[in-house]
């Protein structure tokens, strides 16, 4: 009698960005069997974050999650990336959880096990036929960064390898505070010299921590720091918002006069505030005509870099009283709104910046 090989699960790459597919397979597998595939990863906090997909062998003993449908699980359907998007916190998990990457020079280590039968990544006598891990990264070899604290300004520069001149992006969030850098990082791993700053919530910045103590002339000093760097194209920086940061890349743009080389892309995700903002803040510059709107039914307000999972809610604030915000969204349409709306900020990126 023939000894089949022990069953085998894989992904490739091994190492790869955050907003990089990776092929996951199981091989040497009984045909037509239940089998259920887990992802398992702890935060920089410590917490445990898992996704888990149930499905059916193919005839020849494999399971290809490029193509192979889940029957059960995190999610439905041919999702080659659903146990990244989907990952949620462990039962038991603290309350309002969600994933940010604070240190973006290691990576999110992610640990796949095949189990056999359709279970629970909490089910203490599921059985483990495979594993393998995979490490995710903002990232890429050869990335600088670059700590600014310059003319008051509180920001992390992060340029691509080789000399330069890059096109620019200068990346701005909400009001959640601290100093964000995992997609500026992600930024300059695809080409372009990002520079995100911190204006609320950060021990650096002039306090109470929990308010807005720049003015406008920080966040100008900022665009113009960036556009005065020597590895920095002068006439060929950009300007990104998440949330209240959408607000001050548009009054940004305005009050430098930064060129606008084609058009405006905003992303408006069906809230009706979001829009009067932005339109308003265009049509008071005569520039309306520069409005590009996309819309996403069934995301939520955080559109993150591609693959990363969404918090329909999380925790706000502590002080001086617990607070926890609704930003909505479900799983898959919120994924696969973050899919398409990267490509196109990198597609106009790659149109307005660099040609």
């Not at 990544?121 to 600014?148: C, D, F, H, M, N």
């Not at 209240?244 to 890349?249: N, S």
């Not at 995700?269 to 009067?276: E, F, S, T």
């Not at 617990?322 to 930003?327: D, M, P």
Request: hydrophobic letters at 40%; glycine letters at 10%; one cysteine or more.
């Amino acid at each position: 009698m023939i000894q089949l090989p022990a069953p085998l699960l894989t992904a490739a790459p091994a190492r790869a960005l955050i907003d990089e597919q990776i092929s996951i397979k199981g091989r040497f597998l009984p045909p037509h069997c239940p089998v259920t595939v887990c992802a398992r990863m702890h935060s920089e906090d410590d917490d445990l974050w898992e996704a888990f997909a149930h499905y059916n062998t193919n005839a020849d003993g494999t399971v290809n999650l490029t193509k192979d449908h889940s029957v059960g699980g995190s999610y439905l359907g041919c999702e080659p990336m659903g146990l990244f998007w989907g990952l949620q916190p462990a039962p038991g998990a603290r309350e309002g959880l969600r994933l940010r990457k604070k240190n973006v020079e290691i990576p999110y280590v992610v640990h796949m096990s095949l189990l056999e039968g359709h279970v629970s990544p909490g089910e203490g006598q599921s059985t483990e036929l495979a594993a393998v891990t995979t490490e995710r990264w903002y990232t890429a070899p050869g990335v600088k960064r670059i700590k600014i604290r310059q003319n008051g300004i509180v920001g992390t520069l992060f340029l691509p390898p080789g000399p330069g001149p890059f096109p620019a992006m200068l990346d701005l969030w909400g009001m959640g505070g601290a100093l964000v850098e995992y997609r500026s990082a992600l930024f300059a791993s695809r080409g372009y010299a990002s520079l995100s700053i911190a204006y609320i919530g950060h021990k650096e910045l002039p306090g109470p921590q929990n308010r807005i103590n720049v003015g406008a002339s920080y966040f100008n000093s900022a665009f113009d720091l960036l556009r005065d760097h020597r590895q920095v194209c002068a006439d060929r920086v950009g300007i990104i918002g998440l949330s209240f940061g959408v607000y001050l890349a548009l009054r940004i743009a305005t009050e430098t006069g930064a060129k606008v080389r084609q058009k405006v892309q905003c992303l408006f995700l069906n809230l009706q505030l979001d829009q009067y903002i932005i339109e308003e803040t265009l049509r008071a510059a005569d520039k309306s005509q520069l409005f590009t709107r996309l819309s996403y039914p069934g995301a939520g307000h955080l559109i993150e870099p591609p693959y990363s999972p969404n918090s329909r809610i999380s925790l706000w604030s502590v002080k001086p009283k617990k607070l926890i915000t609704l930003w909505g969204g479900h799983l898959a349409p919120h994924a696969a709104a973050q899919e398409d709306a990267w490509k196109k900020i990198l597609d106009f990126m790659e149109n307005n910046l660099r040609r």
